[in-house]
Structure formats: structure tokens, C-alpha cells
């Protein structure tokens, strides 16, 4: 059986599970302060229906047509979170659909959201923590800058911070690079002030590789595909 064995993914899910719990425990904190986010981009529907029927709500994309097809051939009560880059073109398409977009990354982004989208949304910001060229995010020093012009919009609410580390085969060495995030958004709430402060609780961070270390430093959302559904074939 290739791929998408139902078992496999039960084992698979099990297994990630069991490292977030582990990660906790270490960590002191409690399971339930973490949620676990499915990233399903390239995989398909039946995929996502076995994960769904063993209990899993929430489940990332990073392409919005992907996403619309995805969203109509699956139970409502999934909540869909947009993880990819955004085109400000494509920002209409979104407010109806999904639960939390951790991708917002420049101010022209998030006045198209505010003029197309029809519905409030709940966003993240993305933080480039490591510099990298080729990954999305805002540089550190923008993002005092960013959450103030997000702030002002009636239709948007930033619920914390995302990131991602660059690629690297040890987890730890994504660690300093999570502390970093989770500094950023302990100086955001002092920013933003009482009353404001407790809506900024999302820390999005972790990937397969990395989500047990992420945890360890405050992780609230981890982003997990490939320990999930295995390779994907295009990306
Ligand atoms: C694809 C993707 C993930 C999942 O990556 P895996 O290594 O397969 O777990 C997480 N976050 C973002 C932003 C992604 O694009």
C-alpha cells in the first residue's frame, strides 16, 4: 500500500502526538497549551479524511486554489490555516475560509485583507528571525512597525507570531532562532499594552523536524506535514 494507508497515518499521528506530549512534559507545560496543525498542502482530500476521522480539526495550506477545492469537499468544522506566501490578489479568496492566516508578512498585504476580505480574520505575523532570501516574513525591526498598521484595521486581529527556521539537519539549531520569536512577541505584548496583550498568545513555530524543540520554547501552534502524511511528491 502506498502512501496513504490508514493505519500508517494512525501510527504517524500517535507518534507525533506523542512527541508533542513528551516535549511538554519537559517543558512543564501542559498538553492542551498546544495545538496540533496538520499541514496537508499537495496531499489529497482522502488523505486528510482519514486524519479528520481520527479526531484531527486543523489543517495547513499554502496554496489558495488548493485550499478553495479542498475546503468544499470536506466537513465544516475543520479549521483551515493558511501557512504559504499570499499574493495581495488572491486575499479575497480567504476571509470565508479558514481560522488563521500566519503568513502575513508586509503592510500592502494587510491592506489588501482589510479592503477584500468580507469577513474578519485572524492573522499572524511572519517573522524572517534567520534573514534568509528566500523565505517570506518581515525582518525584526519591522515588526513594531507592522503590528501598528495591522492594529489600525477594523477587519484584522494578530493573534501572535510565526516563523519558520532554515532547513538544517539537527533541530537544535532552530532553537536560538524560537527563543528569538518568542522574545519578539514578549516585547509585541509590551508594545501593545494591558487589555491587548492577552490577544497575542500564538506562537507558530515547529516543523516536522523541529516541533519537539519548538515546544520546548513556547510553541502554541506546530506546522507538521511530512512526519504526518510522509514526502510530498511537488511542493
Ligand atoms: C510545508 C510547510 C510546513 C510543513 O513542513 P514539514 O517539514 O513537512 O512538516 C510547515 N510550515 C510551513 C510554512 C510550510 O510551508
Same mark, same amino acid.
Given at each position: ?20 506530549? /513528551?516535549?511538554? /512534559?519537559?517543558?512543564? =507545560? ?45 466537513? *465544516? ?11 495581495? *490578489? ?15 508578512? =508586509? ?20 517573522? *524572517?528571525?534567520?534573514? /534568509? ?60 499594552? /494591558? ?41
Amino acid at each position: 500500500m502506498t502512501g496513504y494507508d490508514p493505519q500508517r497515518l494512525h501510527e504517524a499521528l500517535l507518534r507525533v502526538r506523542r512527541t508533542i506530549s /513528551e516535549a511538554c /512534559e519537559r517543558a512543564g =507545560r501542559a498538553p492542551g497549551e498546544v495545538r496540533l496543525v496538520a499541514v496537508s498542502k499537495t496531499h489529497p482530500v482522502e488523505a486528510i479524511a482519514i486524519l479528520y476521522e481520527l479526531g484531527v480539526r486543523d489543517f495547513g495550506e499554502s496554496y489558495v486554489q488548493e485550499l478553495v477545492d479542498k475546503v468544499g469537499r470536506l466537513p *465544516n468544522d475543520i479549521r483551515w490555516h493558511f501557512i504559504g506566501g499570499l499574493q495581495s *490578489n488572491k486575499a479575497r479568496f480567504l476571509g470565508n475560509e479558514i481560522s488563521l492566516l500566519h503568513s502575513v508578512d =508586509r503592510t500592502s498585504l494587510i491592506e489588501a485583507l482589510q479592503r477584500r476580505s468580507e469577513q474578519p480574520m485572524d492573522i499572524l505575523l511572519q517573522v *524572517n528571525v534567520a534573514a /534568509e532570501a528566500t523565505k517570506g516574513g518581515t525582518s525584526p525591526d519591522q515588526l513594531v512597525a507592522l503590528y501598528d498598521c495591522a492594529r489600525s484595521q477594523s477587519k484584522l486581529t494578530v493573534r501572535g507570531l510565526m516563523t519558520m527556521a532554515p532547513y538544517c539537519d539537527d533541530p537544535e539549531s532552530s532553537r536560538g532562532h524560537f527563543r528569538v520569536l518568542r522574545a519578539l512577541l514578549d516585547e509585541l505584548r509590551t508594545h501593545a499594552g /494591558e487589555g491587548v496583550a492577552s490577544a497575542l498568545s500564538e506562537l507558530s513555530m515547529g516543523m516536522s523536524d523541529d516541533f519537539a524543540v519548538a515546544i520546548e520554547e513556547g510553541a502554541t501552534l506546530v506546522r507538521v506535514g511530512t512526519a504526518l502524511f510522509g514526502d510530498r511528491q511537488s511542493d
